[in-house]
């Protein structure tokens, strides 16, 4: 497999580390916490999810990508994901 | 046709990690180091510098005239703009000409090196045989130029003289 760098282009999976689901965010205070640490959906279908580009530019990026198929529909910088 | 592979090291050279503080662009870095830099991985001469595109605001910079105060040097010019890091004792450069090198060094990369997809002015971070590496083209010779931690550099030549011998 190959994952869509947004500053390297297209590199083989294996310079990346996976991180899993993009989608939980931090909660403020306690409540919450206990869902974002532990609980998470396993799609079948787009997702999207953290890779970290360890051998490249050692940036977080943010892949779309189809759980199914392994289509990739896209990439972005993490940094430009956060809300 | 000159001769189909040379292998040598860079030896004294100035090395540098810059990155841009956050809302700093390429051309602000570029314009303190006097030298136009890659907006995203590529190589770029200018003069005395060289620059290489590592990520996102990252840069390595190197020169030629001498590793003593390159790095304190620019931390001085950057202040407020970038951090700089000193990295001429980190990293062995290597340089490979000639019109085998590009199948040596395709041997090692799984990035498309035809003229076509990487051509002087390229650069890239990857990896060779499970070592970290940083390389350029600079001419169509070709010739390229791979940094890697200098800790490595013996695994890394060793890799090289074992494709070498194979051509
Ligand atoms: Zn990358």
Redesign the interface.
Known sequence: MRLPCP???N??A??FVYRGDAAPRRPDGEAGMFDYVYLRDNRAGEMRELWYHA?????WIVVTRDTVTHEIHGSE?A?DNKR | MGEALTVSERTGLGIATVMARRGVDAAAIGAVLGCALPG??GWRNGGDLSAIG???G?WLVMTETGSGDFAEDLTQRFRGLASVTDQSSAYAVFRLSGHDARTLLQRGV??DLHPAAFAPGSA????ISHI?VIFWQMDDAPTYEVAVFRSLAGSFRHWLDSVAATL
């Open positions: 500053y390297c282009g590199r083989d294996a310079e051998q490249g530019c050692r940036n910088l940094r | 995203g991985p590592t990520g996102p990252t799984s990035i890239a971070t990857s990896m970290g």
